[in-house]
């Protein structure tokens, strides 16, 4: 299964993928701000061995695919299902390697995910957050449509125990079909 874009190609994380995915996983400049695993290359290995067996589950909650430039992965993007548990809405995120960033992958990525979760998994509202000290993510999400509904949350980062504030941005269904 593959999702195509003008530029890109996204398909599931799989076995083999951990060289590409550990160029930015393990980058801790990038990482910081996830919960993507980055001390080790054996926990990008776990990642990705994680991840690609949740494809072949049948209670799959998570959608995690890389992102591919000409064959190369620059980052990785998915739909999470797994904090609904009727299934109704879903979380989306992303991550560029900082090599590939400020040229529109991340929004041309995250909108391909966007289609996919309302198209093919039937999901009535995607949520996404970001750090208040993130507004390349912040601007993604305007990008795709999404709308603020909260900028008065918190995170803290179990890596580092810093605690920031948090934008949650929401689109539903009949809004992203809107702008289709």
């Known amino acids: 299964?593959?999702?195509?874009?003008?530029?890109?190609?996204?398909r599931p994380i799989r076995i083999g993928d951990e060289n590409e995915i550990h160029e930015y996983a393990g980058d801790r400049?990038?990482?910081?701000?996830f919960w993507l695993p980055n001390d080790t290359f054996e926990e990008t290995v776990d990642f990705v061995k994680r991840n690609a067996e949740?494809?072949?589950s049948a209670?799959?909650?998570?959608?995690?695919?890389?992102?591919?430039?000409?064959?190369?992965?620059i980052g990785g993007c998915d739909c999470d299902l797994g904090h609904s548990e009727d299934r109704s809405y879903a979380t989306?995120?992303?991550?560029?390697n900082k090599a590939y960033r400020n040229r529109g992958y991340a929004s041309e990525a995250a909108s391909a995910v966007l289609d996919y979760a309302f198209e093919?998994?039937?999901?009535?509202?995607?949520?996404?957050?970001?750090d208040i000290n993130n507004p390349a993510s912040l601007g993604v999400m305007r990008k795709i449509?999404?709308?603020?509904?909260?900028?008065?949350?918190?995170?803290?980062?179990?890596?580092t125990g810093i605690t920031s504030g948090e934008y949650t941005c929401m689109i539903t269904r009949d809004e992203w079909e809107n702008l289709k």
Do not use: H, S
Not at 29 to 33: D, G, N, P, R, Y
Not at 61 to 69: A, H, K, M, Q, S
């Open 1 to 10: 299964m593959e999702i195509k874009t003008k530029r890109l190609t996204l």
């Open 29 to 33: 400049e990038i990482t910081m701000m």
């Open 54 to 56: 949740e494809w072949n």
């Open 59 to 73: 209670g799959q909650t998570n959608f995690e695919f890389v992102i591919l430039l000409d064959g190369k992965i």
């Open 92 to 96: 989306l995120g992303w991550i560029i």
């Open 120 to 130: 093919e998994i039937g999901i009535d509202k995607v949520y996404a957050q970001c």
């Open 145 to 159: 449509g999404m709308k603020c509904v909260n900028d008065k949350g918190t995170r803290t980062y179990p890596r």
